[in-house]
Antibody, heavy 122, light 111 residues
Framework: QVHLVESGGGVVQPGGSLKLSCTAS????????IHWVRQAPGKGLEWVTF????????DYADSVKGRFTISSDNSENTLYLQMDSLTLEDTAVYYC???????????????WGPGTLVTVSS | QSALTQPASVSGSPGQSITISCTGT?????????VSWFQQHPGKAPKLLIY???NRASGISLRFSASKSGNTASLTISGLQAEDEADYYC????????????FGSGTRVTV
């Protein structure tokens, strides 16, 4: 099972930007896709975005469309989430999630990273 | 988009069985087999319990089982143990708007 680790979280002012990274434990991604899921403090889970690895498909939740951009660098086994025009409502732990199990079953069934905290505050 | 509907809390005594419901629509649970359940302990990342409606993930106890009927999915925990005390989330693939995923509102299980 490939492990994922997020990084890049921190404190940012409203209207600011932050770039998160999701790095796989293997030299290249072996999955077909990676999701970002977030969880605001004391709240539930919210799907944010999906990136097809090795393809061009990118899907975004309405709450982040036009502000967040996902990109991948397969040669560096890293996925990036560029977050712009951040608001207080974007404060959350952000998890990257493997779309697939090693057995081949997909649709957000794979490994979850430990998460990285993004705090938007003035 | 609106979260799937789960009860806010469910409680049970050790050894008992409990069931958590998850109600969606004909655009998510009612249409697709891609319904999952996650367990989350405080301060930890969610852990996959069930995928594709009723398939247990690797290493998950037989005490966890799940099913789906119409627009509602259910997770049953039998032989409740203290370690089962956690938050539980259902999740479904959806095409309400774009292909995406919608989570349940979460259920706190107290043992």
């Amino acid at each position: 099972q490939v492990h994922l680790v997020e990084s890049g979280g921190g404190v940012v002012q409203p209207g600011g930007s932050l770039k998160l990274s999701c790095t796989a434990s293997t030299s290249t991604f072996t999955t077909s896709g990676i999701h970002w899921v977030r969880q605001a403090p004391g709240k539930g889970l919210e799907w944010v975005t999906f990136a097809q690895i090795g393809g061009n498909r990118r899907d975004y939740a309405d709450s982040v469309k036009g502000r967040f951009t996902i990109s991948s660098d397969n040669s560096e086994n890293t996925l990036y989430l560029q977050m712009d025009s951040l608001t207080l409502e974007d404060t959350a732990v952000y998890y990257c999630v493997d779309d697939c199990l090693s057995s081949g079953a997909c649709y957000m069934t794979g490994f979850w990273g430990p998460g990285t905290l993004v705090t938007v505050s003035s | 988009q609106s979260a799937l509907t789960q009860p806010a809390s469910v409680s049970g005594s050790p050894g008992q069985s409990i069931t958590i419901s998850c109600t969606g629509t004909s655009s998510d649970i009612g249409r697709y087999k891609y319904v999952s359940w996650f367990q989350q302990h405080p301060g930890k990342a969610p852990k996959l319990l069930i995928y594709e409606v009723n398939n247990r993930a690797s290493g998950i106890s037989l005490r966890f089982s799940a099913s789906k009927s119409g627009n509602t999915a259910s997770l049953t925990i039998s032989g409740l143990q203290a370690e089962d005390e956690a938050d539980y989330y259902c999740c479904s693939f959806t095409t309400r708007t774009i292909p995406s995923f919608v989570f349940g509102s979460g259920t706190r299980v107290t043992v």
